[in-house]
């Protein structure tokens, strides 16, 4: 199997983690936003990851999957115990990112450009980026790194509220199983590493190490609005 993604794909990392979690044999390769495999392109009718692609018994023929939902049902089923019994957040902790989503993507957003990463590594990758990025956030990412401070000064307090919606300290008691929350929780809190700035509460921060460890699937290197403010790209 292998597995296709973005780096910086939440619903990417939510797929990744599961896979480093129950150490499935997967092999992985970041694409370049907008290439992929001839092979996999011709099987998929819009290019969107995380893309799955499943080899028969002879590695002769192969399949492909979509949608990290249905990737990790999938993936998670190879093999018991299964770590979740859902492949979509709670209600809960899905009103909490849907409530704080443009604030996440407005953090996260500017500072991509300066990670090298994988998907952006074509000028016509970023470029799209940079425009479709901008669209979604109604402002430029310039715009979005200037409002940094309001930004964060938003979304420290919600982060402890997000914390006990996912019930963390009683994950990190070992009071309760691993539930999809927590993939889903991982994979924002990593992007959110990327924000020098932001300071999580201390319970978030010591979750988000313990499944980055036991995942293999390592955060991002912070940078502060201050070190991006000369980049020409923005």
Same mark, same amino acid.
């Given at each position: 199997m292998k597995l296709y993604a973005f780096d910086s794909c939440p619903f990417c990392t939510r797929v990744r983690t599961l896979i480093g979690l129950k150490d499935i044999a997967c092999d992985m390769e970041f694409v370049v936003a907008g290439q992929l495999p001839q092979d996999i392109a011709a099987q998929i009718d819009r290019f969107a990851v995380p893309i799955l692609e499943i080899n028969d018994h002879a590695e002769t023929n192969s399949t492909v999957m979509q949608e990290s939902g249905a990737i990790i049902r999938f993936l998670d089923g190879l093999a018991e115990p299964k770590l979740s019994s859902s492949v979509a957040p709670s209600t809960e902790v899905q009103s909490w990112l849907d409530t704080h989503r443009k604030t996440i993507n407005a953090l996260s957003y500017p500072r991509m450009p300066a990670l090298k990463l994988p998907e952006l590594g074509s000028r016509e990758a970023m470029n799209y980026f940079l425009s479709s990025r901008s669209k979604s956030l109604g402002m430029s990412i310039?715009?979005? /790194?200037?409002?940094?401070? =309001?930004?964060?000064?938003?979304? =420290?307090?919600? /982060?402890f509220e997000l914390a006990d919606l996912a019930e963390v300290e009683a994950f990190l008691d070992n009071k309760r199983p691993i539930s999809f929350d927590d993939l889903a929780l991982f994979s924002e809190i990593r992007n959110l590493s990327m924000v020098y700035e932001l300071r999580l509460p201390k319970h978030l921060t010591d979750f988000g190490w313990n499944i980055s460890q036991a995942s293999d699937v390592p955060f991002f290197r912070g940078i502060a609005a201050s070190d991006l403010e000369q980049l020409a790209v923005l």
């Open positions: 310039k715009d979005a /790194l200037n409002g940094t401070d =309001e930004l964060v000064a938003q979304l =420290e307090p919600a /982060l």
